[in-house]
């Protein structure tokens, strides 16, 4: 079975320091990575994936994230945080073999950034 | 624009009342899903179609229906609400699951449900 883990419930940091919110995942077969965002009372909106190729990808609102195989994971970051960053961040995995296309997501993580 | 919509966006209903909530696309994508996300949790897969066909989690209880009459309607029943059941219900879709590219989901805006 295929299972994401974001190891923080929350993350803080100050507005224009860089951020990074963390996923490792677990997967047989090739993964596909996803983030989505939240934001309150909202729908969860796809900010960027992983499928093949570049190992850093870029995605919407100047996030990016870095798939590492041998660590197994997808870290979502951003080189300068905007206070508009504030929301609720899941990642998600899928596999066409060993597991699921069906996307599992991450509990989830509260990024709060100060002003 | 192309977007997934939700109607309404909060329903209060009592208990043991069925309760219907809708979502539509305009985005002509061949799978849609219902999910239910708990208080800041992670979403939970309730069911999906992939075109007509219908694949429901192992664990979704009973009470919970879904009816898709055409590619862009989908409708989540819930027969007898408990309160148990208040939560948010998220309707996404995907353009298709036959190649990774296509994995990527699309959601609505979400159903608020009260159980009183």
């Known amino acids: 079975a295929q299972s994401v883990a974001q190891p923080e419930d929350q993350v803080n940091v100050a507005e224009g320091n860089p951020l990074t919110v963390k996923c490792t995942y677990s997967?047989?077969?090739?993964?596909?990575l996803f983030w989505y965002v939240q934001y309150p009372n909202r729908g969860l909106q796809f900010l960027l994936k992983?499928?093949?190729?570049?190992?850093l990808v870029k995605g919407s609102y100047g996030f990016e994230a870095e798939f590492n195989k041998s660590q197994t994971s997808f870290h979502l970051k951003k080189p300068s945080a905007l206070v508009s960053d504030s929301a609720l961040y899941f990642c998600?995995?899928?596999?066409?073999?060993?597991?699921?296309?069906?996307?599992?997501f991450g509990r989830g993580t509260s990024l709060i950034v100060h002003p | 624009d192309a977007m997934v919509i939700q109607n309404p966006r909060y329903q209060v209903t009592q208990f043991g009342k069925p309760v219907t909530l809708s979502c539509s696309q305009t985005l002509n994508h061949n799978v849609m899903y219902w999910y239910q996300q708990k208080s800041s949790q992670a979403p939970k897969l309730l069911f999906h179609?992939?075109?007509?066909?219908?694949?429901n989690e192992a664990d979704t209880p009973d009470n919970f229906q879904s009816r898709r009459p055409n590619t862009s309607f989908c409708f989540l029943d819930i027969r007898s609400p408990g309160l148990g059941d208040a939560a948010m219900y998220l309707c996404?879709?995907?353009?298709?699951?036959?190649?990774?590219?296509?994995?990527?989901?699309?959601f609505g805006p979400g159903t608020r449900l009260t159980v009183t």
């Open positions: 179609y992939y075109d007509k066909d219908f694949n």
């Open positions: 996404a879709t995907s353009r298709d699951l036959s190649t990774p590219s296509a994995y990527e989901q699309y």
């Open positions: 992983y499928i093949t190729g570049d190992n």
């Open positions: 998600a995995v899928s596999a066409a073999s060993g597991g699921s296309y069906i996307p599992t």
């Open positions: 997967v047989s077969g090739n993964p596909y």
